[in-house]
């Protein structure tokens, strides 16, 4: 795992942290059947911040991040994005899932369309925006994770890194004002890990408030302003990068980071 | 050991392939005399079509078209190709084919029926082919009740009452749902239009038409024979059973408890029962259970169960194609924010119907070929219309000639339906291009 992720200097003339709360995660708990996935999660995330969690396979890192946008439901506890109580309410799922965007391991394109009708169908659908304005909409975010060339192809016919930008640009069409990520360079190459990556810094640079579950440390030291540890379906230890990489506390954390940047 | 080492200065250009891979003789060679085995296969099946071929093409050639009985027929053969020379007699085709198309409708209206065909051609078009205008949709939902009146005839009001039921249910929907609702707009969208079409619409449009007569000549079903009730009855079944079959398919995958055990009850207990059943079930038993009175269409009752049967195959195959997806596509879905119904539509069913794609089609042939059985419960379709025929003295023992005249027309259909199923996979692949 590289350490050192970018060779460029970091913008961080926007990349500020105010009190402002947008996720608001108190007490909330899930079970699949009996076997307890997430175990009394609190979690407060002020908007500009660019938190990355990790932890082992299996700590429920997934699972707290797609209860956010409600892809999965908890059982118990109470999660509020922007304002907006998750509750079965659809209007409510609606209304937060609007305001999230997130971007998967396997990226979930929908290969049936090009890479512009990827872009522009939410906003068309969801958002009733026109279809000139969705596709201007489209092609500058197209351009921003650099691919606008591949606008009239199928994502079947993209690099997995090409993938993987066009589906942040497919979120960031529905103007999100939270960005979820789970594990979005673990499906790929090494030499597409950084494309996606360096994208991914820029959204941080503009102060988009992020939520990455990744294993990307060198991302984490430079990008992120707290890094969350999970074990077992708890949050075990978090703390800034510098002070979480160089001073762990917790044992099983220190057992992580040492299998994970093999030393 | 430096002697292993090796560095390629210049990259080798593409050169063609070799000549026994390429050309003629490389595809004979790959293709049909690849092996040992592929060979002897080859030399047999080569050798079968010879044998057939030689038994039948002399048959179909050595005939007689201008005959008026099987008898005159064969003496015809005779004369012309020797004795004890077995040959068809296609004049049975030549003074029947008319009879084998249309049925007993009235000649002197043969052209409703064409313009019909013709406008379902012109219908298809914008479905089949995307590229077309899509304004011409809006004729392809007009076109079931033009068609119904152009067949049937009578009164102009009737199939313009009729589409009205759509109208009423919307209306009744918008009431129920303000009133109670959605769950009873649901059930009030469902009920307003079946009330509509079974009570209200029949009186409605005597009324209109005493008040404004405008129609054309009637012809009553059990005029409805040949060809034409095959394809009135198949693409009617094919155009429902495709609709409510993706909704039972999504109705049996839905999370309500009640609805779904109605999908798999309904599904499963029609792909348990034969079609022969269901179609002797519309003949005599449904008029049971019907108001007294009520003169509810033979053809009409043959087509609801032709259509009830195949959506339940259709929605197995649907089915298929919904858990053959990605889970992935149903979160991206969901996390862009898209409802339930846009979801299906916009993403999961593209998706769904295109991997179904020659599943649905073969269901579809299934069903087209499955209307002949309907000669069992006595309409005239082209089977049925064979044994009507010998039952001219004239005809007597004819058999050959009637059934692969039939079969040709079928396959001309059936072969249509799978070489566009075929184009349409090519074309909606964009997997790997
Ligand atoms: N549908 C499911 N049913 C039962 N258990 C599940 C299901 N999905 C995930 N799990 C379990 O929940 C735990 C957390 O999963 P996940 O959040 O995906 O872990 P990760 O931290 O690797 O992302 C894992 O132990 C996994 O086996
Ligand atoms: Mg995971």
Known sequence: MSELLTDREIDRSHMEVSDEVVIEITGMNKWFGTFHVLRDINLTVFRGERIVVCGPSGAGKSMLIRCINALEEHQKGQIVVEGTILSSDLKNIDKIRSEVGMCFQHFNLFPHLTI???????????????????????MHFLEKVKIPDQAQKYPGQLSGGQQQRVAIARSLCMRPRIMLFDEPTSALDPEMIKEVLDTMIELAEEGMTMLCVTHEMGFARQVANRVIFMAEGQVVEQNEPEAFFDNPQSDRTKLFLSQILGH | MAGTSFVRKELMGQTPPPMTSAGIIGWLRQNLFGSWMNSVLTILSVGFIAIILWEVLPWIVRSSWTASSLRECREAIDLAWGDHVDGACWAVIRERYLQLIYGFYPSEQYWRANLAFILLLVSLAPILFPALPRQMLWFSAAFPFLCFWLLWGGTLWLPIVAALGFAVGYLAFIAANRAAGQLAGAIAALLAPVVWWIWLAAPVSRGLDSVIGIGIEPVESAKFGGFMLSVTIG??????????????ALGRQSGLVILKSLCVGFIEFIRGVPLITLLFVASTLL????????????ILRVVIMVTLFSSAYMAEVIRGGLAALPKGQFEAADSLGLDYWKRQRLVIMPQALKISIPAIVGNFIGLFKDTTLVSIIGLLDPIGLTNNIRADVNWNGIVWELYGFIALLFFIFCFSMSRYSMYLERKLNTDHR
């Open chain 1, 116 to 138: 512009l009708e990827n872009c522009t169908l939410a906003p068309i659908w969801v958002r009733r925006v026109p279809l000139k304005e969705a596709q201007e909409t489209a």
């Open chain 2, 235 to 248: 693409i009617t079944g094919i155009a429902l059973s495709l609709p409510i079959g993706i909704l039972l």
């Open chain 2, 287 to 298: 008029n049971i259970f019907m108001p007294p009175g009520t003169n509810f269409d033979i």
